[in-house]
C-alpha cells in the first residue's frame, strides 16, 4: 500500500479521481465565482489590466471576467492540465506554468477556492503574494456549529472536494494576515444559497440559511454553515 502523504494529495487532481467525484471540475460555478469578483472590483473602482488565476481549473472564472475586462490579460495557472479550457481570445492563457517562473507582475491575482486544498497553505500565500498589486482570495467556511457538532459534512468535503482545511471567518482572515497580506475588505458570499450547482439536498438546507442570512450574516455563517468569504488584500 502506498503510504499518505503529499504526492497522494496532489495526485488526486492528477489522475483523475478528482475529476471522478466532481464532474465539470466546478465549471458551472464559474460566472457566480466571477460575480463575486466583479463586485469586489466595483466596490474599491478596481479596473485591472492583468489577472493571474491560481488554481484556475477550467478557466471559467476568467473567460466569465472577460465580459466585462475584454482589454484585461488574464492568465490562468492550473497544474491539471488535462482539464485546461481553450479560448479564442489571444489575452486569455491558461497553462500548467507555475507563474512564479514568468518573471511577471499582475495587477490582480485571484486564488478561488484554492487554500484549502494546499498543504502547507500559509506557505503558499507567502510564496504568492509578491505577483500581484491586489489579490482576491475565495475561501469556504466550512467550520460552523452544526458542521462541528455533526462531523459528517467536514468529513464529506475532505472526501469529495478535497479540503484539508476547515475554516471559520476569523481564521481566514488571520491566515491572510499572516501570510504577508494587508486586508483591505472582505464580505461572505452564499454558496450555499446561490450557487447554480446546488442538489436537490442543499437546497432544502438553503432555506434556513436565506432566512438567517437576511437577519445576521455573521451569525448565519458560524451557526449553519455555507458561507464562503471573499477577501481583497493587497502585501503589506
Not at 112 to 132: K, N, P, Q, T, W
Not at 163 to 170: A, G, P, R, S, V
Request: one cysteine or more; aromatic letters at 8%; hydrophobic letters at 40%.
Amino acid at each position: 500500500m502506498k503510504a499518505a502523504g503529499p504526492d497522494r494529495v496532489a495526485e488526486r487532481y492528477l489522475n483523475g479521481s478528482y475529476l471522478d467525484s466532481n464532474p465539470g471540475w466546478h465549471e458551472g460555478d464559474g460566472r457566480w465565482k466571477a460575480a463575486q469578483v466583479r463586485d469586489m472590483l466595483a466596490r474599491h473602482a478596481i479596473v485591472p489590466g492583468s489577472i493571474c488565476d491560481i488554481g484556475c481549473g477550467t478557466g471559467a472564472v476568467l473567460s466569465a471576467l472577460r465580459e466585462t475586462l475584454p482589454n484585461a490579460e488574464l492568465y490562468g495557472y492550473e497544474p491539471a492540465s488535462a482539464h485546461h479550457t481553450t479560448s479564442n481570445n489571444p489575452r486569455m492563457f491558461v497553462s500548467e506554468q507555475d507563474p512564479q517562473t514568468t518573471g511577471r507582475h499582475w495587477d490582480l491575482m485571484l486564488m478561488i477556492d484554492v487554500i484549502e486544498h494546499v498543504e502547507d497553505y500559509i506557505g503558499f500565500l507567502r510564496d504568492h503574494r509578491s505577483l500581484a498589486r491586489h489579490a482576491i482570495f475565495h475561501i469556504p467556511l466550512d467550520m460552523s456549529v452544526q458542521t462541528v457538532l455533526r462531523s459528517t459534512p467536514l468529513v464529506s468535503v475532505r472526501r469529495t472536494v478535497g479540503h484539508l482545511h476547515y475554516f471559520c471567518l476569523e481564521t481566514a482572515l488571520a491566515t491572510v494576515e499572516d501570510s504577508g497580506y494587508r486586508v483591505l475588505d472582505h464580505f461572505f458570499t452564499r454558496g450555499g444559497v446561490e450557487s447554480p450547482s446546488l442538489n436537490r439536498k442543499q437546497k432544502l438546507a438553503a432555506i434556513p440559511r436565506r432566512a438567517g442570512f437576511s437577519l445576521n450574516q455573521r451569525l448565519a455563517a458560524r451557526v449553519l454553515g455555507g458561507f464562503s468569504v471573499l477577501v481583497l488584500a493587497t502585501e503589506s
